[in-house]
Structure formats: structure tokens, C-alpha cells
């Protein structure tokens, strides 16, 4: 069974930091992409960012490109963003996802595997 475990979520205020990880088991991703997205209250599920399996190309949405970092470590089959100058609007619940297969995306519906997410709350 595939489980995609998140950890690392909090209260933080703005312009602090967190890092988020992401454990996964019953399979290996180390030739997955991996990503993140998230989810405010009332708003629909939005990609943050993105990363190849070889870790060597990495996607961020616009609105947290230059403060957040995606990263992976392969040998613990683990993600992970760190998350820095975090501001109210990147409130919300922040789920890991993998790809069965295929390039890197920012599509949420190409994400086959997904964590029960985490939260963030940052206070102003």
C-alpha cells in the first residue's frame, strides 16, 4: 500500500520559516516526479511546485517562486519544501503528491498518489 505521509506543518507569523516533509512508502519514487500543491480555506487546490525525478529541474508557481525550495532525498524517499518570508496568503493545507509516470507538471489530475496534507497557518 502506497502512503504519502506529510509532517512539518505549524503556526508560524509572517515573514518566518518552516520545512515541510513528505515520507513516502510501499514503493519507490526515486523515477517519479514530486510535488507539492495547497489548499486555502474556500479556494480550490493549487500547485506550488515541482520536482523530476533525477532532481535536476524543479517548478514553482509564481507565487512563491524565491522563497520556497523543493528538494528530495532519494535514499529516504522523501520530499521536501522549505518554505521561507512565508506571508498570510500561503495559509492553507499543503499536500504531497507523486506521478505514477510522466514528466513534471503542474497539473493536479496527472498526480496519482497524494498525503492527507498538513497545516500552515501564517499569522500576520
Known amino acids: 500500500q502506497v502512503q504519502l505521509v506529510e509532517s512539518g506543518g505549524g503556526l508560524v507569523q509572517a515573514g518566518g520559516s518552516l520545512r515541510l516533509s513528505c515520507a513516502a512508502s510501499?514503493?519507490?519514487?526515486?523515477?517519479?516526479?514530486m510535488g507539492w500543491f495547497r489548499q486555502a480555506p474556500g479556494k480550490e487546490r493549487e500547485f506550488v511546485a515541482a520536482?523530476?525525478?533525477?532532481?535536476?529541474?524543479?517548478y514553482y508557481a509564481d507565487s512563491v517562486k524565491g522563497r520556497f525550495t523543493i528538494s528530495r532525498d532519494y535514499a529516504k524517499n522523501a520530499l521536501y519544501l522549505q518554505m521561507n518570508s512565508l506571508k498570510p496568503d500561503d495559509t492553507g493545507v499543503y499536500y504531497c503528491?507523486?506521478?505514477?509516470?510522466?514528466?513534471?507538471?503542474?497539473?493536479?489530475?496527472?498526480?496519482?498518489?497524494w498525503g492527507q496534507g498538513t497545516q500552515v497557518t501564517v499569522s500576520s
Open positions: 503528491a507523486a506521478r505514477g509516470s510522466g514528466p513534471m507538471t503542474a497539473k493536479e489530475s496527472n498526480y496519482g498518489y
Open positions: 520536482i523530476t525525478w533525477i532532481g535536476s529541474s524543479t
Open positions: 510501499g514503493r519507490t519514487f526515486s523515477r517519479n516526479t
